[in-house]
């Protein structure tokens, strides 16, 4: 599943295109990690991408877990939930960057999330699942690493359009962004596309004079 980022320079400023860049190139390299075959490393990062962008879409005050959790389920439009839920994948996030682990904080409360183990072609889910089992554990998921991949993409997507298509939205989007952590390339991106804005805004004015 591909991203759907473009440089909406006429509907988004320059702070939240950079963001927006910034953020595709984050994607990028959890994909390429994953097509390395750097398999736990790359659930590391999806974890922490889908993190990122929840806190840059952020709306009012919320704690992490709630933020982590509405984000997924307002803009992973692809998925149904079926088979676990947001908060199944808060806890999964929380105890691999914690503890590089699946089992967590989360997964010891009684009425708990059932702790995830993952499978990446061409390990089969079943191979894993008796594997697990032999190990000592119960009441797990197995999932593909790929369904992380694609629904922190598919919420990119819908994140991306929403910024594009929603004025007010793109504003906390713009301010959630203002100290975002950038590097000389991205602060250079981000001069050029200010410069862009200062034109347009220029030909504007004198095509309304």
């Known amino acids: 599943m591909l991203s759907k980022f ?15 860049s910034l953020l595709n190139d984050l994607k990028d390299a ?7 075959k750097h398999k ?23 704690s992490n877990a709630e933020t982590f959790q509405s984000y997924l389920r307002r803009y992973a439009t692809l ?17 691999i960057l914690h503890s590089f682990s699946p089992l967590g904080d989360h ?3 009684p009425d708990g999330a059932r702790p995830i183990f ?29 369904d992380v991949k694609f629904i922190a993409i598919d919420a990119f997507n819908s994140l991306i359009q929403r910024t594009e298509e929603d004025p007010e939205f793109a504003q ?20 050029e596309l200010e410069l862009i804005e200062e034109l347009s805004a220029k030909a504007r004015g ?3 004079a």
């Open 30 to 36: 959890c994909a390429d990690l994953l097509a390395r």
């Open 206 to 208: 004198q095509s309304d």
């Open 79 to 95: 998925s149904t939930w079926k088979h676990y839920t947001p908060y199944d994948l808060w806890a999964a996030r929380s105890s």
């Open 107 to 109: 997964t010891a409360k």
């Open 40 to 62: 736990n490393v790359a659930l590391l990062n999806l974890y922490s991408f889908i993190d990122i962008c929840a806190s840059l879409a952020k709306e009012g005050k919320s």
């Open 172 to 191: 906390v989007f713009s301010a959630n962004a203002e100290h975002l952590l950038v590097d000389t390339h991205f602060l250079g991106l981000r001069n």
């Open 118 to 146: 993952y499978f990446s072609w061409p390990e089969m889910r079943e191979q894993i699942e008796d594997a697990i089992q032999r190990r000592g554990y119960a009441n797990f998921l197995v999932i593909e690493r790929t």
């Open 6 to 20: 473009t440089l909406g320079i006429d509907t988004v400023d320059a702070r939240s295109l950079t963001a927006l």
